[in-house]
């Protein structure tokens, strides 16, 4: 294949669905989520458009299925040209006295250690020249959202240290921030929220194409 391979991580819905869709002209899309209904919705809709996608429905907890798909992605294509995170948890809000156990930890096996899994595995299949894309929401310190903005931090940290250390050497890592959008994450934030104004999901993803391949 001499289309370019994108892999996305947290791609069944929101702001990864949309980016696979806007990519999907100019890529071959891994989609990986645990949620095989919406990964064949999303197949459909790119389909139409034209493009070509494979389906992953994996949980990124499990290290053991993380090595497998990126052992898969080494066989049948040798690399990847981009990796887009945005595979995201998000806990109840809580006062920090009262995150529940199942909660915190919930938090940092999806937000965290998962990223920090699977950075080792990508990390080979990008090489010198491909690109990993992190999204930032920078919760940290806001009440009650002690278990998402801490477990989010963290996972910036480690991307943020990842971009330090591959500067001169490459894959190339980029953190963007996108702006508010009616996903369900959102939801569980604000509910009852106006999401008239808020960006649509698609629009989104057309703003940080640019960025994304820049």
């Not at 209904?37 to 197949?43: F, M, Q, S």
């Not at 080979?124 to 310190?141: I, K, M, T, W």
């Amino acid at each position: 294949m001499t289309q370019k391979i994108a892999l996305i991580t947290g791609a069944s819905r929101g702001l990864g669905a949309a980016l696979a869709e806007a990519l999907a002209p100019t890529h071959h899309i891994l989609a990986v989520a645990r949620t095989t209904g919406a990964l064949e919705e999303l197949d459909d809709r790119i389909q139409a458009a034209g493009g070509s996608a494979t389906l992953a429905p994996m949980d990124i907890t499990q290290p053991e299925a993380m090595a497998t798909l990126c052992r898969g992605i080494h066989d049948r294509w040798g690399q990847l040209d981009l990796w887009l995170h945005s595979a995201i948890h998000a806990a109840p809000l809580s006062p920090a006295p009262s995150v529940a156990v199942k909660d915190w930890t919930k938090s940092i096996s999806i937000n965290a250690t998962a990223p920090s899994v699977l950075i080792p595995y990508v990390a080979p299949l990008l090489g010198q020249s491909g690109r990993a894309v992190f999204f930032d929401d920078p919760r940290a310190g806001e009440k009650f959202f002690g278990a998402y903005g801490a477990s989010k931090a963290a996972q910036m940290a480690l991307a943020r240290s990842w971009q330090a250390e591959t500067i001169k050497t490459g894959p190339q890592v980029k953190i963007l921030t996108p702006q508010p959008m009616p996903t369900a994450l959102r939801a569980r934030f604000f509910p009852g929220e106006d999401r008239a104004p808020l960006n649509d999901c698609q629009a989104e993803a057309a703003r940080l194409l640019p960025q994304i391949l820049a």
